[in-house]
C-alpha cells in the first residue's frame, strides 16, 4: 500500500525558513515523480515544485530562488526546503507522487507565514 505522509509544516515569521518532509512508503518511490502542491484558502491547488527521478527539477515562478526541493531515494523522501517565507506562502503544503499511470497524495501540512 502507497503511503505519502508529510511532515514539518508550521508556523513562521515573514523572513524565516521551514523544511517540509514527504516520507513514502510501498516500494514505489525510486521511480516515481514526486512533487509538492499547496492550497491557500479559498483557492486552487498549485504547483510548487517537481523533481524528477533523475534528479531533475521544477520550480513555480513564485518560489524559484527561494525554496528547493530534493529526494534522498535510498530514505524514500522527498523534502521542500522553504527560505525567505512570505505571507503569500500560507497554505496546506500537499506532497504528490505520479509512478507507473498512477497518482498518491498525502494528507497536507499547514504552513503559515505570519509576524
Known amino acids: 500500500q502507497v503511503q505519502l505522509v508529510e511532515s514539518g509544516g508550521g508556523l513562521v515569521q515573514p523572513g524565516g525558513s521551514l523544511r517540509l518532509s514527504c516520507a513514502a512508503s510501498?516500494?514505489?518511490?525510486?521511480?516515481?515523480?514526486v512533487d509538492w502542491y499547496r492550497q491557500a484558502p479559498g483557492k486552487q491547488r498549485d504547483l510548487v515544485a517537481t523533481?524528477?527521478?533523475?534528479?531533475?527539477?521544477d520550480y513555480a515562478d513564485s518560489v524559484k530562488g527561494r525554496f528547493t526541493i530534493s529526494r534522498d531515494n535510498g530514505k524514500t523522501t522527498a523534502s521542500l526546503q522553504m527560505n525567505s517565507l512570505k505571507p503569500e506562502d500560507t497554505a496546506v503544503y500537499y506532497c504528490?507522487?505520479?509512478?507507473?499511470?498512477?497518482?498518491?497524495w498525502g494528507q497536507g501540512t499547514q504552513v503559515t507565514v505570519s509576524s
Open positions: 523533481i524528477r527521478p533523475g534528479g531533475m527539477t
Open positions: 510501498g516500494g514505489f518511490f525510486t521511480s516515481a515523480t
Open positions: 504528490h507522487a505520479k509512478v507507473w499511470g498512477l497518482e498518491y
